[in-house]
């Protein structure tokens, strides 16, 4: 067993696969697992790391989708070369409006308190059993509907209410917390809107909506909220920068 392989903390609101992600990483820093060597098979890892095979292993996936490890066909898993890493001022869309001269505007269309659902749970990394609010909101420049966002964020992280959101945006109402994201996992795409996306975007049905999911996480690495969101790509674009996606006004 690695004498330094610190053990995990069960009782931290970190989950265990990210603490192990992490003592990866450090691994990686420390020149123990160099670029271009293979990664050490579940087993071995397991024990080193003091988790299990199948913590292990959604560690190990968390580091591909991160772009640190990479799968190769009949190489198993190896570390790619360091890449630029740095910590992103995370915005919200309020925020980016407020800050190219917009209006922001907010219809809180929903928000619940309740369990977490298990697809939720499952895209997202919040461990099933946590409370969250889930919000769906539709975001407005002056009058012009710009995007629907659905946003969950955990009770024990920050506790919302829909006259908040209506003045402030999410990203905020977490620094105002001292909840402060720091890094984020994001995935953008594309597809038809639906009848109902349409009606509430002001699009003819099928119109191109931008999609982008986002799982945020404080310095701790603690997830601090995931969203699902739609944008009028008729309206918008993103601008990614370092990991940090932000969605920019189309001139």
């Given amino acids: 067993m690695d004498p330094r392989a610190a053990p995990p903390v069960r009782s931290s609101p970190v989950p265990l696969y ?3 992600a992490l003592h990866l990483q450090q691994m990686i820093a420390d020149g123990e697992l160099p670029p271009g060597g293979r990664l050490p098979n579940e087993a071995e890892l397991a024990t080193r790391l003091r988790v299990t095979r199948p ?3 959604r560690a190990v996936s968390h580091l591909v989708e991160q772009g640190v490890l990479v799968r190769r066909r009949g190489a198993g898993v190896r570390v790619v070369a ?7 001022d995370l915005t919200s869309l309020f925020d980016d409006l407020a800050r190219h001269g917009g209006t922001p ?3 809180v269309r929903s928000l619940v308190v309740g369990i977490v659902s298990a697809d939720v749970a499952t895209r997202s990394g919040i461990p099933p059993g946590t409370e969250v609010t889930s919000i769906e909101r539709l975001r407005f420049a002056g009058d012009e509907p710009l995007a629907l966002m659905t946003n969950v964020v955990p009770r024990d992280v920050l506790a919302l209410d829909a006259d908040l959101l209506r003045e402030h945006g999410l990203y905020q109402l977490l620094r105002d917390a001292g909840c402060v994201p720091v890094t984020a ?3 953008v795409g594309a597809r038809a809107a639906t009848a109902a996306e349409a009606a509430l975007l002001d699009e003819p049905r ?3 909506l931008l999609t982008m999911t986002r799982t945020a996480r404080d310095e701790a690495g603690r997830l601090v909220e995931f ?3 739609v944008y009028r790509a008729s309206r918008y674009s993103f ?3 370092l990991g940090a996606g932000r969605a920019m006004p189309v001139e």
């Fill in 18 to 20: 990210f603490q192990a």
């Fill in 55 to 57: 913590t292990v292993r």
């Fill in 185 to 187: 996992t994001q995935v």
């Fill in 227 to 229: 969203g699902a969101h």
């Fill in 105 to 107: 505007r907010t219809e």
């Fill in 82 to 88: 360091p890449s630029v890493r740095r910590k992103a």
């Fill in 239 to 241: 601008e990614l920068d």
């Fill in 206 to 208: 099928g119109a191109p």
